[in-house]
């Protein structure tokens, strides 16, 4: 009889332990970098959820196979994608993820089942872009946030003002503060776009902004913006924002007190036509206000050729 109770207690205690190494998750949490034509490997599993973390917003997620992985995307949380495989089956699949700046992330989801035995799950796999600098002509330099401007390495970078061409920048600017009264737009914080001009093949673009509230403000490097209205298949209409890369600007200050103005110049090479629906923005940034910008529209055709001269 005792035998038989031995035996029984090392039935019992050897499924368990099996049961408890077959269950066996190994997490893992990953940090890479935003790359292009990179495919990255996520290893699933069923009953945990994988979260993928983006440096800009995510304007769409699509699976290859939806009957085996569900991916799951809120407006609450503009950069996080959550994945998780939805049958206990092994399976694979891919998933692309496209960002609102256009940058795509290839994935090849994996998943193991549950009689597999120990496996590594990633629970979270986190994209990082290093932050871009600039350096104006005054000799400062800004810096550009990552997820405004993202430029992957197949790309060549935005082509600088010849030397010559670098005073144009100066005599733009000087222009730009003799205008006595802009066509101000905005409430607290003013923005009034000018003359436009074409000079080595970019775009010369004047501006003001006025601090017409009660606090000090400071502003980032201005930025240029190629927005408009993209229509799914099922007929619904996304807005899609493309950042244009800024080669050259210049401001008279970044810091302007209560009822103070400030003046600047900003240079970029404009894409060569668009869509009737798309439109160039002058995006304004608030240091303390990165999540409220200010959008001004600028004429796709420069409004005047002094720049050439």
Not at 224 to 253: C, D, N, W
Request: with cysteine; charged share 20%; proline share 7%.
């Amino acid at each position: 009889m005792r035998v038989h109770l031995v035996f029984v207690v090392f039935l019992a205690v050897s499924c368990a332990m099996a049961q408890t190494e077959n269950g066996k998750v190994v997490p893992k949490i990953t940090t890479l970098p935003m790359e292009e034509g990179v495919v990255t490997a996520l290893h699933l599993g069923t009953g945990y959820t994988t979260s993928v973390r983006l440096p800009e917003e995510i304007s769409s997620v699509v699976i290859g196979n939806p009957t085996s992985f569900k991916a799951e995307h809120s407006e609450a949380e503009p950069r996080l994608v959550f994945l998780k495989p939805i049958t206990a089956q092994a399976a694979e699949s891919n998933a692309l993820i496209t960002t609102k700046s256009g940058q795509e992330i290839s994935l090849y989801l994996i998943s193991s089942s549950q009689a597999a035995g120990n496996s590594t799950v990633d629970f979270l796999v986190e994209y990082r872009r290093p932050p871009s600098l600039v350096i104006s002509s005054a000799g400062t330099r800004g810096l550009l946030m990552a997820e405004a401007n993202p430029v992957s390495q197949s790309e060549s970078p935005a082509p600088v003002l010849p030397r010559r061409a670098l005073d144009v920048v100066g005599r733009e600017l000087e222009s730009q503060k003799a205008v006595s009264s802009p066509a101000w737009e905005g409430k607290e914080i003013l923005a009034a776009v000018g003359e436009s001009s074409q000079c080595a093949h970019q775009t010369v673009l004047r501006f003001s902004v006025l601090n017409n509230s009660r606090r000090v403000i400071e502003l980032l490097p201005p930025q240029i913006e190629f927005s408009g209205i993209a229509m799914h298949k099922k007929g619904k209409a996304q807005i899609k924002a493309e950042p244009i890369a800024v080669s050259e600007y210049r401001l008279t200050s970044r810091r302007l007190a209560p009822g103070e103005r400030v003046d600047g110049v900003v240079v970029f090479a404009r894409p060569a036509f668009k869509e009737s629906n798309e439109k160039l923005q002058l995006q304004l940034v608030e240091a303390a206000q990165v999540d409220r910008p200010i959008l001004v529209s600028i004429p796709f055709t420069p409004t005047s050729t002094g720049g050439e001269k």
